[in-house]
């Protein structure tokens, strides 16, 4: 902190040991020199907790004087003094947020937690002093308004038209007051939005199915058993179960939990995170946010926060997505209505005297199952082991891409757990460092995400930075001497997250701007779910599925199976998810106050859609994450995940056109879409992949939608 003269003159000596302690203290502080580990990868074993907050004041003062000097510059705007210069801007507060931020998703304490929430108002100021900068903005615009006549390449054009973009969508344009108004609602979404994710974090650790009787695990698998066995003694709990509303813990307890009664009790703690007016409780805070969003979008000339999103998006506005995702519920509510007759004849048929109710989808769909295609997941398993799965989808990039992964084993991990990889070219040039991190904890988040501590830049320059990535899951744990086995949805997971990772890797741009997933959300998915067409390819399967015990490959009829199963509850998939998307377009399209109870909000607007009882939204109001726990995220973007479907599913029919492994095809795929980044409109760049615009019809049949 800053002294005042007074306390200056004053000190005297005691300034000089102050300084020199500080000296001493950003001597210590790994975040104040140059990584000196393999690949300038983190320092984890160096970094500790109080390095974090005096690296971000410091950063935040010296990216504010870079910003100083590139405003205030005498010398007439030009590409290189203004936007270059902007770009590189802020290295020391980009260097401990990359840590820092990432950590806090997969490492959080109340430590952290509390940090964080110190830092948003100083972070959201920052960020605010830098786009509402008029002089900068001044200079970003002299260069812009000059672009045509300054012979820039398609990149470069798209850097300038990215950071000019930024800058008026950030309130660069907006008059006085107006960019006053916006830093209040800005720091105020920043503070919601951050409170948000930690209680549903909060939340979902702390519900616990604690079972005391042997015969309440009755149909339970006895690996499921038995990680519930181990989570209980971690707890102090030895001699009971404890059950989680992790997802890796809950779903196999709803699939295979006789107890009708303990079904229900844990998925409805599942469902109501967030919802049981306590001190987590997020039913104010998510109406906050979406009535501040309102009013930041109307700041911007737009109806509402909807069409300030996707006015950058492939969508291009509401109605477009709107249009989607009302065409595939029309076409999926009538396969999820039919699976729900299914599995009431079963419950039926046992003599069952209840209605088919949300918390036994998973249990009665698994019976379905085995009765229509005679396939237990359980029989999957154990061909499914976690590292052979891995090594699947490792398998699958150098085939198509020459992609080796070396084990890094010299390299500092931010989680014992941590597995660490060095990706090289396949003449055994360095791509970059990868970071996997598969098992849930308390510290942890839910879902799965990639993310990286450096982003890939400088291609085409002699200081080329080469991506240091991590992928964060909450895979099926090791329980005793079984390893983690996977279930076929986590599976998918993996290949998707590892398609976010090639995403980043495989980039070859020049400017960290516009490298590697910074794409438009509805494009983003695309890498990353293409991915997924893979997995459960008998050609694929050969490759990765081998029983953990005895290596043997899965056997041909089991794949069969597979096959034949490979539509089975795409009625309760399809229409799970697009609620969600729906509730999330439905509340981002509102122009005026909300001023219901969200649940409320919600329940009626799912009512309206048709939404079957026995289906939840995927994401409920009070727990959606990937909307409410980030100022942006995936608000109003939530349906990118369908929009990219209708692209991935066209472009594997492009492997499936030639074969799985076409070299020609993945070249095409690898220099037009993942190299390129945000360089040049992603319609554009699938385009000169494909050669046309992608169909719907591949998507419609893989659902069973056609």
């Known amino acids: ?190 503070a919601l939005t951050l409170q948000f994710g930690d209680n549903v974090l909060q939340e979902t650790n702390n519900f616990e199915l604690v079972l005391d009787n042997e015969e309440d695990l009755a149909g339970l698998p006895e690996a499921v058993a038995a990680t519930a066995a181990e989570t209980a003694k971690a707890e102090g709990k030895e001699g009971k179960w404890v059950f989680t509303t992790q997802k890796p813990s809950m779903l196999p307890f709803l699939q295979y939990a006789e107890n009708r009664d303990l079904r229900k009790q844990l998925y409805m703690g599942y469902v109501n995170r967030g919802n049981n007016n306590n001190e987590f409780d997020n039913k104010e805070i998510a109406k906050q946010i979406v009535n501040l969003r309102i009013k930041r979008a109307q700041l911007f000339g737009f109806k509402n926060h909807a069409e300030y999103i996707l006015d950058k998006n492939m969508a291009k506005n509401p ?149 240091v990535i991590m992928n964060i899951c909450n895979f099926t744990k090791p329980v005793g001497d079984t390893p983690s086995l996977l279930t076929p949805e986590e599976v998918e997971t993996l290949f998707h997250e590892f398609g976010h990772a090639l995403h980043g890797f495989l980039s070859k741009c020049k400017y960290n701007m516009l490298s590697g997933t910074s794409v438009s959300r509805d494009f983003v998915e695309l890498p990353s779910q293409v991915m997924e067409n893979w997995c459960f390819e008998p050609e694929m399967l050969a490759l990765y599925a081998k029983h953990y015990q005895t290596g043997e490959l899965i056997p041909a009829e089991l794949v069969q199976k597979i096959q034949n199963a490979s539509k089975f509850n795409q009625g309760f998939e399809t229409i799970e998810y697009l609620a969600a998307s729906l509730l999330d377009m439905k509340y981002h399209t509102l122009s005026e106050e909300l001023t219901e109870n969200v649940m409320t909000f919600e329940k009626k607007y799912l009512d309206e859609l048709g939404l079957i009882p026995e289906i939840y939204s995927r994401y409920r109001s009070t727990y959606f994450n990937h909307i409410f726990s980030s100022p942006v995220g995936y608000s109003a973007g939530y349906y990118a995940y369908i929009w990219a479907g209708v692209l991935d599913s066209d472009a594997f029919q492009a492997f499936k056109e030639t074969d799985l492994f076409n070299k020609e095809t993945a070249k095409a795929f690898r220099d037009n879409v993942l190299a390129k980044g945000g360089t040049e409109d992603p319609m554009v760049l699938y385009k000169q992949f494909r050669g046309a615009e992608p169909s719907i019809d591949p998507l419609l049949i893989k659902r069973g939608l056609k």
């Not at 110190?118 to 970003?140: C, H, Q, V, W």
């Not at 012979?151 to 973009?165: N, P, R």
């Not at 009765?371 to 997941?377: F, I, R």
């Not at 029989?379 to 020459?402: D, S």
């Open 1 to 190: 902190m800053k002294k005042t003269f007074i306390y200056v003159l004053l000190a005297g000596i005691g300034l000089t040991a102050c300084n020199s302690n500080k000296n001493k203290q950003n001597t210590d502080n790994p975040f104040f020199a140059e990584y000196n580990t393999p690949y300038q990868t983190p320092p984890f074993d160096l970094i500790k907790f109080e390095h974090y907050e005096p690296a971000f004041l410091e950063g935040i003062k010296q990216g504010l004087q870079e910003i100083d000097v590139i405003a205030n510059s005498k010398d007439a705007p030009t590409f290189e003094n203004t936007i270059l210069a902007y770009e590189k801007a802020g290295k020391l507060l980009n260097k401990v947020s990359d840590v820092f931020y990432n950590l806090k998703g997969s490492e959080n304490n109340d430590s952290i937690a509390a940090l964080a929430k110190r830092m948003s108002p100083l972070m959201t100021k920052y960020g605010a002093d830098i786009s509402l900068n008029e002089n900068l903005f001044k200079r970003i615009k002299s260069v812009y308004d000059q672009k045509d006549d300054l012979d820039l390449s398609v990149e470069e054009q798209s850097m300038l038209d990215k950071a000019y973009s930024s800058f008026v969508r950030s309130g660069a344009n907006l008059s006085a007051d107006k960019k006053e108004e916006l830093r209040a609602i800005d720091s105020e979404l920043s």
């Open 319 to 467: 109605e477009n997505a709107f249009k989607l995702l009302n065409q595939l519920w029309a076409a999926a509510i009538p396969n999820a209505k039919k699976e729900v007759v299914e599995m009431q004849k079963i419950i039926d048929q046992e003599g069952g005297k209840f209605k088919l109710a949300s918390w036994d989808w998973w249990y009665y769909s698994d019976k379905v199952k085995k009765a229509k295609y005679n396939l237990d997941e359980e029989e999957l398993k154990p061909y499914f082991e976690i590292n052979n799965v891995r090594e699947g989808a490792f398998t699958l990039a150098n085939k198509l891409y020459g992609i080796k992964f070396v084990p890094r084993n010299d390299i500092a991990k931010f989680n014992p757990e941590n597995q660490v990889f060095e990706l090289q070219e396949a003449d055994g040039s360095h791509i970059g460092i990868f970071y996997l991190d598969y098992y849930p904890r308390a510290s942890k988040r839910g879902g799965a995400w990639m993310s990286s501590f450096r982003k890939q830049s400088g291609f085409g320059t002699d200081k080329p930075v080469t991506p």
